[in-house]
């Protein structure tokens, strides 16, 4: 094994710079792609469920932010009444119900909805009831994040 690699003669470089040897770029590049599976793994580690959390809140007609603990991977909302309410996830924009966000959703008195995410990306709840009070139970898969 020759101890020099021979570089091929090609465009001269500018003044100053110097020719990289084959080797360290080849390490550079294997480095980002391990650094770049690296992350591809923690991804789909990320969609493994860790456990669950369940929770029963009082609601008025004033916003109620519910921040999980953990992120949640998914969550159903129950709404055991006696008022219609209003639910937003992780963004409350529109809580009121104005019309500029497809999330808000009025849930009637009996309903459930399911929301579920492929990662755990569910970081807060904003809620409310429509008109004076509701009692709404929360049951959420929570993800590994």
Not at 82 to 97: R, V
Not at 119 to 126: K, Q
């Amino acid at each position: 094994m020759p101890s020099e690699i021979s570089l091929p003669q090609g465009t001269p470089l500018p003044e100053g710079w110097e020719r990289v040897d084959p080797r360290i770029l080849q390490f550079v590049m294997q480095a980002a792609q391990v650094g770049q599976l690296v992350r591809m793994r923690r991804l789909e580690e990320s969609k493994r469920v860790k456990g669950s959390d369940s929770d029963t809140l009082s609601l008025t007609t004033g916003v109620t932010r519910y921040k999980c603990f953990e992120p949640w991977a998914s969550v159903t909302i129950i709404n055991d009444g006696p008022d219609s309410i209003y639910h937003e996830i992780n963004d409350p924009k529109d809580i009121y119900n104005t019309g500029t966000s497809i999330r808000a959703a009025k849930l009637q008195s009996g309903e459930s909805f399911t929301f579920n995410a492929e990662y755990p990306t569910i970081r807060s709840l904003y809620l409310r009831a429509v008109s004076s009070t509701a009692s709404v139970r929360l049951k959420a898969k929570v993800g590994q994040a």
